[in-house]
């Protein structure tokens, strides 16, 4: 049982990981899905999106992204906005924030994971999609899951 | 406004429940036309297996036979009908690309027929899906 530093009163539940999981046949290097184990095995992105804007961030890595860093990542997707885009999209953001907050707090979020954060009326949105691995965990958990692989 | 579907699904737990479920048997229904098969690409949950209960998604659902997607977001109530949707290219975390039609709405009797027509679009009328590039940067 951990405790996150950056919400001490909750403590975690270990992601579910399985470090001494075996290669299976799938698993095997092959010419053919040589490329595709190349990928990395955590990826995603956060998007603003919709009124003619497509801004994104993306992260592929061999480790979960920490909620931290997940919080820089919405931090840049913010800087490449204008005013009025970041206003547009102000309540979208904040609810990303939240998901980034509660995320860390329950273990993160598994892929395939989808929200588009938009108003019923309207395509402008922020969206995030966690496409590999897992996503904002403390980043204490993420630490020792990384210890626990090496 | 025609009458809203399911007004107090995010308050009321079984309301909640009682509309996944209506989603689920409209779709099932819909592939039963085509004998297609079909299952949940997502968990709308926390690591945790904490549930996540805000309609976003409330339903979401690929089918092989088509190598398509759908994900349907439910909006409470507001005064107004809504009805918009989109297509967002993704991939599986094998990197294998597939596009998902995003449907978002206020669920009324008429957003319920635009979404059918649109599902039905999506499934049944495209002919082979559009080729989707990998994701950039993955």
């Not at chain 2, 009321?12 to 048997?25: C, F, K, L, M």
């Not at chain 2, 949707?85 to 597939?98: L, R």
């Amino acid at each position: 049982m951990y405790i996150c530093p950056s919400n001490p009163k909750k403590p975690l539940r270990a992601v579910e990981t399985d470090p001494f999981s075996k290669p299976t046949l799938a698993t095997i290097p092959s010419p053919k899905n040589f490329l595709q184990m190349q990928r990395k095995e955590h990826r995603g992105r956060i998007q603003a999106q919709g009124g003619g804007l497509e801004a994104s961030e993306n992260w592929a890595q061999d480790e979960p992204l920490t909620a931290d860093e997940g919080r820089s990542l919405l931090q840049r997707l913010k800087a490449k906005l204008s005013r009025k885009e970041r206003k547009q999209r102000k309540h979208h953001l904040k609810k990303l924030e939240d998901l980034i907050d509660r995320a860390e707090d329950t273990g993160g979020l598994h892929a395939h994971f989808s929200k588009s954060f938009q108003d019923d009326e309207s395509d402008v949105r922020v969206d995030i999609e966690v496409l590999g691995g897992t996503a904002f965990i403390c980043a204490v958990l993420a630490i020792i899951l990384w210890a626990v692989i090496q | 406004m025609t009458n809203i579907l399911y007004p107090r699904f995010l308050e009321d737990q079984q309301d909640y429940e009682t509309a996944v479920n209506y989603w689920t048997g409209l779709f099932k229904s819909l592939m039963e036309e085509k004998s297609y098969s079909w299952q949940p690409y997502m968990k709308n949950q926390f690591g945790d297996g904490t549930p996540i209960r805000d309609g976003n998604p409330i339903f979401n659902a690929f089918v092989p036979e088509t190598g398509r997607a759908v994900r349907i977001i439910q909006h409470p109530p507001a005064p107004k009908d809504s009805f918009i949707h989109w297509k967002n290219s993704t991939e599986w975390a094998d990197g294998t690309p597939f596009t998902e039609l995003v449907i978002s709405l206020i669920l009324t009797e008429t957003t319920e027929a635009k979404a059918k027509a649109a599902l039905r679009e999506w499934f049944f009328d495209q002919g082979e899906p559009e080729k989707v590039e990998p994701i950039q940067g993955s």
